[in-house]
């Protein structure tokens, strides 16, 4: 019983970071959905070690078979708003507005939102790339 109980809370950092995950993925209407019909209260249970290595081993399979059938060119058709493009960039707010503001990337906008092609990112960097003597 203590092995069980130490290796669930061993995993209990994964579990939540993928149930947190999922939860912020959600739109807002569906988050309120989930927190008014409880399924986000905690429980605590004793699960038998074998359980919790052959969840983690599907866990692992899943991830494995996901990434690797994405290929280079589903991530280059991927579109991410202003804020993952300035992570992929390392720049700033207003910097990437100038870039926008100069036409230098092209992007696309809804409204007020504004979305970028991973593509015409690397596009940006290979663009800007310099070699080395």
Do not use: C
Not at 14 to 23: H, K
């Amino acid at each position: 019983m203590g092995r069980n109980l130490f290796i669930s809370i061993n995993n209990i950092y994964l579990i939540i970071s993928q149930t947190l995950t999922i939860f912020l993925s959600l739109r807002k209407k569906q988050q309120k959905e989930m927190i008014s019909n409880n399924l986000l209260t905690p429980q605590l249970a004793i699960v038998p070690q074998p359980f919790i290595d052959e969840v983690s081993k599907m866990i692992r399979e899943i991830n494995d078979f996901l990434l690797s059938n994405k290929s280079d060119k589903d991530l280059s058709d991927e579109w991410v708003d202003s804020k993952e493009a300035r992570k992929i960039l390392r720049v700033s707010a207003k910097t990437l507005q100038n870039y926008r503001d100069n036409r230098i990337i092209p992007f696309s906008q809804f409204g007020y939102k504004i979305y970028y092609k991973r593509e015409d990112l690397e596009d940006f960097f290979n663009r800007h790339y310099i070699k080395a003597n």
